[in-house]
């Protein structure tokens, strides 16, 4: 494969609006170094993460510069969800590894320690990402992938399924177990709702009442409007109380996913998109006797079983748009928008993959 000196990347000059997002039509590409593969990079999906990094949501004091690590250096190429052909390999990786197709799994351990979460990096944040033609990863993280699906349906999954899978794990989702889900119609929600179908459990999604069709297409065997009290509408419907809450929304009705839930329940989360700051009643954590879990690395054994689910085809992938890399501003202005349901796509190869 011929590997140019140029690329094009979208580079994050700084924290601020889409005008922080900066086309470079001939930016250096990176060669592998040791343990590394470079990755040609097929499709990269847009995710919450690409726009809390510009904006600078991570950051929780005027010191932080705003990432999951507080260690964000400009400039910085976006992009966890990267599928791709491998084009070139580092030192120590095998030559036989050029030419796989790899789903690449955005969590990137530090190989000496690699169970301190506290060294964990994540692709397109700490680490260069998939908004370019081509990127350096650890060739652990480029997981080879073997599926009927194009480049674009493969970049759906990485971040978004991976996160609804670690949280339906961690709060050990068993089969004929209820489990609310939150945010359903979004990319994290759609994938947790499919996921919760698949390990034999029954998903409810939360979400607006134009998208519950599609979410019950998703595996919920119901849904409730997102905005309302969750345990009066799941009484209402004779669905509560829920063994488990998955939750990426947060905001003012929170207190109420808490109170669907059975005694001895699980809640989850992942995200915040609705808000960060939420009020708990102590007395019904305690009372109930729940466990409260927060997801944010995942093992590297979710990410491959996620692949092993995607080959099988226990999950299917849920596009709502596909843009190029140029029009990256337009891809995350709709991605905030949030008019869409499942996952926005940059096919960066332009569909030839």
Same mark, same amino acid.
């Not at 929304?249 to 992942?270: F, H, I, K, M, N």
């Given at each position: 494969?011929?590997?140019?000196?140029?690329?094009?990347?979208?580079?994050?000059?700084?924290?601020?609006?889409?005008?922080?997002?900066?086309?470079?039509?001939?930016?250096?590409?990176?060669?592998?170094?040791?343990?590394?593969?470079?990755?040609?990079?097929?499709?990269?999906?847009?995710?919450?993460?690409?726009?809390?990094?510009?904006?600078?949501?991570?950051?929780?004091?005027?010191?932080?510069?705003?990432?999951?690590?507080?260690?964000?250096?400009?400039?910085?190429?976006?992009?966890?969800? /990267?599928?791709?052909?491998? *084009? %070139?390999?580092? +030192?120590?990786? &095998?030559?036989?590894?050029?030419?796989?197709? =790899?789903? #690449? $799994?955005?969590?990137?351990?530090?190989?000496?320690?690699p169970d301190d979460l506290l060294r964990a990096r994540y692709v397109g944040s700490e680490i260069d990402g998939g908004y370019a033609d081509f990127?350096?990863?650890?060739?652990?993280?480029?997981?080879?992938?073997?599926?009927?699906?194009?480049?674009?349906?493969?970049?759906?999954?990485?971040?978004?399924?991976?996160?609804?899978?670690?949280?339906?794990?961690?709060?050990?989702?068993?089969?004929?177990?209820?489990?609310?889900?939150?945010?359903?119609?979004?990319?994290?929600?759609?994938?947790?709702?499919?996921?919760?179908?698949?390990?034999?459990?029954?998903?409810?999604?939360?979400?607006?009442?134009?998208?519950?069709?599609?979410?019950?297409?998703?595996?919920?065997?119901?849904? /409730?409007?997102?905005?309302? *009290? %969750?345990?009066? +509408?799941?009484? &209402?419907?004779?669905?509560?109380?829920?063994? =488990?809450? #998955? $939750?990426?929304?947060?905001?003012?009705?929170?207190?109420?996913?808490?109170?669907?839930?059975?005694?001895?329940g699980r809640y989850a989360v992942s995200g915040a998109i609705a808000g960060p700051h939420v009020d708990l009643d102590l007395r019904t954590l305690?009372?109930?006797?729940?466990?409260?879990?927060?997801?944010?690395v995942s093992p590297p054994e979710v990410f491959r079983e996620l692949v092993g689910l995607i080959e099988r085809g226990a999950i299917r992938p849920?596009?709502?748009?596909?843009?190029?890399?140029?029009?990256?501003?337009?891809?995350?202005?709709?991605?905030?928008?949030?008019?869409?349901?499942?996952?926005?796509?940059?096919?960066?190869?332009?569909?030839?993959?």
């Amino acid at each position: 494969m011929t590997i140019p000196p140029t690329m094009r990347a979208v580079l994050l000059t700084g924290h601020g609006d889409l005008d922080r997002l900066v086309l470079e039509p001939a930016y250096p590409t990176p060669a592998p170094g040791p343990g590394e593969v470079l990755v040609r990079v097929d499709a990269c999906a847009v995710n919450n993460t690409d726009v809390n990094t510009r904006v600078g949501w991570y950051a929780q004091s005027e010191d932080d510069a705003g990432s999951w690590d507080g260690a964000l250096a400009f400039p910085r190429i976006q992009g966890a969800d /990267i599928c791709g052909v491998v *084009a %070139a390999v580092g +030192a120590d990786v &095998a030559h036989e590894r050029i030419g796989e197709r =790899v789903l #690449v $799994d955005p969590w990137v351990r530090d190989p000496e320690a690699p169970d301190d979460l506290l060294r964990a990096r994540y692709v397109g944040s700490e680490i260069d990402g998939g908004y370019a033609d081509f990127a350096a990863v650890p060739a652990v993280n480029a997981v080879p992938v073997d599926a009927p699906l194009s480049a674009v349906e493969l970049a759906s999954f990485p971040t978004a399924a991976e996160t609804a899978l670690d949280m339906l794990r961690r709060a050990r989702v068993a089969p004929g177990e209820r489990v609310l889900v939150t945010g359903a119609s979004g990319g994290v929600g759609a994938y947790a709702v499919q996921l919760a179908r698949a390990l034999g459990a029954e998903p409810i999604g939360v979400c607006q009442p134009q998208k519950a069709d599609l979410v019950r297409q998703l595996g919920a065997i119901a849904t /409730i409007d997102r905005g309302a *009290a %969750a345990d009066a +509408a799941l009484e &209402a419907q004779g669905l509560g109380p829920v063994d =488990v809450v #998955v $939750d990426v929304v947060g905001g003012d009705t929170w207190p109420s996913l808490l109170d669907a839930l059975a005694r001895g329940g699980r809640y989850a989360v992942s995200g915040a998109i609705a808000g960060p700051h939420v009020d708990l009643d102590l007395r019904t954590l305690y009372l109930k006797d729940l466990t409260l879990i927060g997801a944010t690395v995942s093992p590297p054994e979710v990410f491959r079983e996620l692949v092993g689910l995607i080959e099988r085809g226990a999950i299917r992938p849920l596009i709502a748009a596909t843009y190029p890399l140029e029009a990256v501003h337009d891809a995350q202005r709709a991605f905030v928008e949030k008019a869409f349901v499942g996952k926005i796509v940059l096919d960066v190869a332009g569909g030839e993959a």
